[in-house]
């Protein structure tokens, strides 16, 4: 009878379920470590065993993104009296924020510039990567390309050694040519990074739309390119979706590359957050603040085009 | 509307050559069919007439100018293909809207909507223009992919096998309305198929296709019964026509397989020449007087008709005979042909030798 489950189904039905369980507790425990980190009083951060419950609290964020120093001399009652509630939350962990001399101006840490140039570098990167990566794909598919494979492969080679090993040759030619330490550098060096990738999975779901589309476009009275826009790009949407979640990712959690080449201008969240361990005791709680929002937008990024990622990655672009 | 000629057109892919000099005239408001086996270089040559593909020699002629070079928009023809002939995600009203928004037409909103509404009705579609494709039927998907053909009342009507992934009823239906529509029309149409009944049943002119070149072109009674030689003969009727090697003695066949004499009429090959004698199951008669003797194989069925296959000196022949006839497996059979009937190929070119 249909719809009735054997006890067979039903135990294995129980044992997906619970190794679904597992695989999540063991992918989320990271998350919520950070998460929870970052809302925690500095004193409670580094406790062995680890504190579960405490009060949260906003301070990691507002160190985040502010300049500090270590208090010599406790404030006055006034002073502090006088300070906003953000700014009663430093003087309490034992540090002041740093204003301008003249003009009172809070300092700013410098994380939300480092989070903008990410989110520049990586979203710029991605667009050039995909839609470059598109039409190269589009055209190794459709039109017969002497040595096609070889050129394939010759792309593909590109990401056959570990970027590190480029990182120093790498440094040296953006110092001659000026790109050291500005967006369009590390712009380029992602979108180049990322666009083998691209035209290798945009290839694969190209090939799987019928060309009989198009040329019914072309007969139709359209151009190549008309029929491009028109009939093949929303085919491909799905599969460029996919791509572009993959090479955002690789874009915005870029390391090496990002540390090497930026210092000031354009230096992006990933060589910024561990800095902060660097300068006097380190505050778990501040970089935990600062990864739990460099999280975000990758989440959101994901979300937004789950349908498509899910249909993607299982690279059935078109019913047949 | 126009003419189209193909004048010794090749192409080649690769090391694979589809077409050797092929010369085609299809004549303004014909119902052309191309006819052959899968690889014979019908699809080609449609797709060479749709500026598709691009002749490796020779020109493509529309209308007496030369339009070899013209893309595929300027040559004003419509194709119908067999499958993935429509847009996904659009509707049918998107799907034949489409071809006219294209940029070197120039129609206004309500021309176009005028248009689509009469090609709509035409095709009995209306009550589906606002449907999305990927929700239609193969027979309305096809009713859809002809509409979207004649929204732009283009020049000539390209169909690569538009009825082959439909089921039988289907097929009979929509080749009938087709034929209507290329009478109602009056537009050149060229028409692939492998299925010679809707070669036979359609066409105008029909041209048999075989390895890259056209072997032979005529209207469908020509093809039928003067086919130019044995691969012709073989590729419409079904069953296919029996050809059975012998000798022509005087007024006589003499069938090698069994030794069976047979009369002719009028034999247009030599005395004692070694022919192909080639009989249509039609004109094969059963009959107790008939001069040559075998043994009923097979028998099938067709209602109408009852198609004999029958064992004579270890050849196969097959007859067409009345439902009628009450006739067994493995029964003794006395058989003839119409002698009037009978053609006679050249055994080692396949020949007609009646033709030459």
Same mark, same amino acid.
């Given at each position: 009878?249909?719809?009735?489950?054997?006890?067979?189904?039903?135990?294995?039905?129980?044992?997906?379920?619970?190794?679904?369980?597992?695989?999540?507790?063991?992918?989320?425990?990271?998350?919520?470590?950070?998460?929870?980190?970052?809302?925690?009083?500095?004193?409670?951060?580094?406790?062995?065993?680890?504190?579960?419950?405490?009060?949260?609290?906003?301070?990691?964020?507002?160190?985040?993104?502010?300049?500090?120093?270590?208090?010599?001399?406790?404030?006055?009652?006034?002073?502090? =009296?006088?300070?906003?509630?953000?700014?009663?939350?430093?003087? =309490?962990?034992?540090?002041?924020?740093?204003?301008?001399?003249?003009?009172?101006?809070?300092?700013?840490?410098?994380?939300? =510039?480092?989070?903008?140039?990410? /989110?520049?570098?990586?979203?710029?990167? *991605?667009?050039?990567?995909?839609?470059?990566?598109?039409?190269?794909?589009?055209?190794?598919?459709?039109?017969?390309?002497?040595?096609?494979?070889?050129?394939?492969?010759?792309?593909?080679?590109?990401?056959?050694?570990?970027?590190?090993?480029?990182?120093?040759?790498?440094?040296?030619?953006?110092?001659?040519?000026?790109?050291?330490?500005?967006?369009?550098? /590390?712009?380029?060096?992602?979108?180049?990074?990322?666009?083998?990738?691209?035209?290798?999975?945009?290839?694969?779901?190209?090939?799987?739309?019928?060309?009989?589309?198009?040329?019914?476009?072309?007969?139709?009275?359209?151009?190549?390119?008309?029929?491009?826009?028109?009939?093949?790009?929303?085919?491909?949407?799905?599969?460029?979706?996919?791509?572009?979640?993959?090479?955002?990712? *690789?874009?915005?959690?870029?390391?090496?590359?990002?540390?090497?080449?930026?210092?000031?201008?354009?230096?992006?969240?990933?060589?910024?957050?561990?800095?902060?361990?660097?300068?006097?005791?380190?505050?778990? *709680?501040?970089?935990?603040?600062?990864?739990?929002?460099?999280?975000?937008?990758?989440?959101?990024?994901?979300?937004? /085009?789950?349908?498509?990622?899910?249909?993607?990655?299982?690279?059935?672009?078109?019913?047949? | 509307?126009?003419?189209?000629?193909?004048?010794?057109?090749?192409?080649?892919?690769?090391?694979?050559?589809?077409?050797?000099?092929?010369?085609?005239?299809?004549?303004?408001?014909?119902?052309?069919?191309?006819?052959?086996?899968?690889?014979?270089?019908?699809?080609?040559?449609?797709?060479?007439?749709?500026?598709?593909?691009?002749?490796?020699?020779?020109?493509?002629?529309?209308?007496?100018?030369?339009?070899?070079?013209?893309?595929?928009?300027?040559?004003?023809?419509?194709?119908?293909?067999?499958?993935?002939?429509?847009?996904?995600?659009?509707?049918?009203?998107?799907?034949?809207?489409?071809?006219?928004?294209?940029?070197?037409?120039?129609?206004?909103?309500?021309?176009?909507?005028?248009?689509?509404?009469?090609? #709509?009705?035409?095709?009995?579609?209306?009550?589906?223009?606002?449907?999305?494709?990927? @929700?239609?039927?193969?027979?309305?998907?096809?009713?859809?992919?002809?509409? @979207?053909?004649?929204?732009?009342?283009?020049?000539?009507?390209?169909?690569?096998?538009?009825?082959?992934?439909?089921?039988?009823?289907?097929?009979?239906?929509?080749?009938?309305?087709?034929?209507?529509?290329?009478?109602?029309?009056?537009?050149?149409?060229?028409?692939?198929?492998?299925?010679?009944?809707?070669?036979?049943?359609?066409?105008?002119?029909?041209?048999?296709?075989?390895?890259?070149?056209?072997?032979?072109?005529?209207?469908?009674?020509?093809?039928?019964?003067?086919?130019?030689?044995?691969?012709? #003969?073989?590729?419409?009727?079904?069953?296919?026509?029996?050809?059975?090697?012998?000798?022509?003695?005087?007024?006589?066949?003499?069938?090698?397989?069994?030794?069976?004499?047979?009369?002719?009429?009028?034999?247009?090959?030599?005395?004692?020449?070694?022919?192909?004698?080639?009989?249509?199951?039609?004109?094969?008669?059963? #009959?107790?007087?008939?001069?040559?003797?075998?043994?009923?194989?097979?028998?099938?069925?067709?209602?109408?008709?009852?198609?004999?296959?029958?064992?004579?000196?270890?050849?196969?022949?097959?007859?067409?005979?009345?439902?009628?006839?009450?006739?067994?497996?493995?029964?003794?059979?006395?058989?003839?042909?119409?002698?009037?009937?009978?053609?006679?190929?050249?055994?080692?070119?396949?020949?007609?030798?009646?033709?030459?």
């Amino acid at each position: 009878m249909a719809g009735v489950r054997t006890p067979r189904e039903t135990w294995t039905n129980r044992t997906a379920i619970f190794a679904v369980f597992v695989a999540l507790v063991i992918m989320l425990t990271p998350i919520y470590w950070i998460a929870a980190t970052a809302f925690k009083p500095r004193n409670l951060a580094t406790t062995i065993p680890p504190t579960v419950a405490f009060t949260p609290e906003v301070s990691p964020f507002v160190k985040l993104f502010t300049k500090r120093s270590q208090l010599r001399e406790q404030p006055t009652q006034e002073e502090y =009296d006088a300070a906003p509630w953000w700014e009663k939350m430093v003087f =309490d962990g034992g540090e002041k924020v740093v204003r301008n001399r003249k003009t009172g101006e809070v300092r700013s840490s410098g994380y939300g =510039d480092r989070f903008k140039n990410s /989110l520049i570098v990586s979203i710029i990167s *991605t667009l050039v990567a995909v839609s470059m990566g598109t039409l190269t794909a589009y055209g190794f598919s459709r039109f017969k390309v002497k040595g096609e494979d070889d050129w394939l492969f010759f792309i593909l080679s590109t990401r056959m050694l570990p970027p590190v090993v480029v990182a120093i040759p790498m440094f040296l030619m953006y110092r001659v040519v000026g790109l050291n330490d500005t967006h369009m550098g /590390l712009i380029i060096l992602y979108t180049a990074f990322n666009l083998s990738f691209a035209v290798w999975i945009m290839k694969g779901f190209i090939d799987e739309i019928p060309k009989e589309y198009e040329e019914a476009a072309l007969v139709d009275g359209y151009t190549r390119m008309q029929a491009f826009f028109k009939v093949v790009l929303p085919e491909a949407l799905t599969g460029m979706a996919a791509t572009a979640v993959l090479c955002f990712i *690789t874009a915005w959690n870029e390391y090496a590359f990002a540390l090497i080449m930026t210092n000031r201008n354009a230096q992006t969240a990933p060589p910024y957050i561990p800095s902060q361990v660097g300068s006097g005791l380190p505050d778990w *709680t501040v970089i935990a603040a600062g990864t739990l929002l460099f999280l975000i937008p990758v989440a959101i990024f994901t979300f937004l /085009l789950r349908n498509h990622l899910l249909r993607g990655m299982s690279f059935g672009a078109i019913r047949k | 509307m126009a003419d189209i000629a193909l004048e010794g057109i090749s192409k080649k892919f690769g090391p694979n050559t589809a077409l050797r000099g092929v010369d085609i005239d299809i004549k303004d408001g014909e119902f052309f069919v191309l006819l052959g086996q899968t690889g014979a270089g019908k699809t080609t040559t449609l797709r060479v007439i749709a500026g598709l593909e691009k002749p490796d020699t020779g020109r493509v002629m529309i209308e007496g100018q030369d339009a070899t070079n013209w893309n595929a928009a300027e040559r004003d023809v419509a194709l119908v293909l067999q499958q993935y002939s429509l847009y996904p995600r659009l509707t049918v009203r998107g799907n034949l809207e489409f071809p006219l928004k294209s940029k070197t037409q120039n129609f206004t909103p309500e021309e176009i909507n005028e248009r689509v509404e009469r090609a #709509a009705e035409t095709l009995q579609i209306t009550r589906l223009l606002d449907r999305k494709v990927e @929700r239609l039927s193969g027979g309305e998907m096809q009713r859809v992919s002809i509409g @979207r053909a004649i929204v732009r009342n283009p020049r000539v009507f390209l169909m690569d096998e538009p009825l082959s992934a439909l089921d039988a009823n289907l097929r009979d239906v929509l080749r009938v309305e087709l034929k209507k529509l290329h009478h109602d029309l009056g537009a050149t149409f060229v028409f692939v198929t492998h299925d010679q009944v809707e070669a036979m049943s359609m066409g105008d002119k029909i041209g048999v296709m075989n390895k890259g070149k056209l072997v032979q072109v005529g209207t469908p009674d020509e093809i039928y019964s003067k086919p130019l030689n044995t691969f012709v #003969a073989r590729s419409v009727g079904t069953p296919p026509m029996n050809l059975l090697d012998g000798k022509l003695e005087g007024d006589v066949a003499v069938i090698e397989a069994g030794g069976h004499r047979l009369p002719v009429n009028e034999p247009t090959a030599k005395d004692g020449q070694a022919v192909c004698f080639g009989i249509r199951p039609e004109d094969v008669v059963i #009959a107790p007087d008939a001069p040559a003797k075998g043994r009923v194989f097979d028998v099938e069925n067709h209602g109408v008709i009852k198609i004999l296959t029958i064992e004579a000196g270890g050849e196969h022949i097959h007859a067409t005979v009345s439902a009628q006839m009450k006739i067994g497996i493995d029964d003794p059979v006395n058989f003839g042909w119409k002698p009037e009937k009978v053609l006679f190929f050249d055994p080692q070119t396949g020949l007609n030798l009646g033709l030459s």
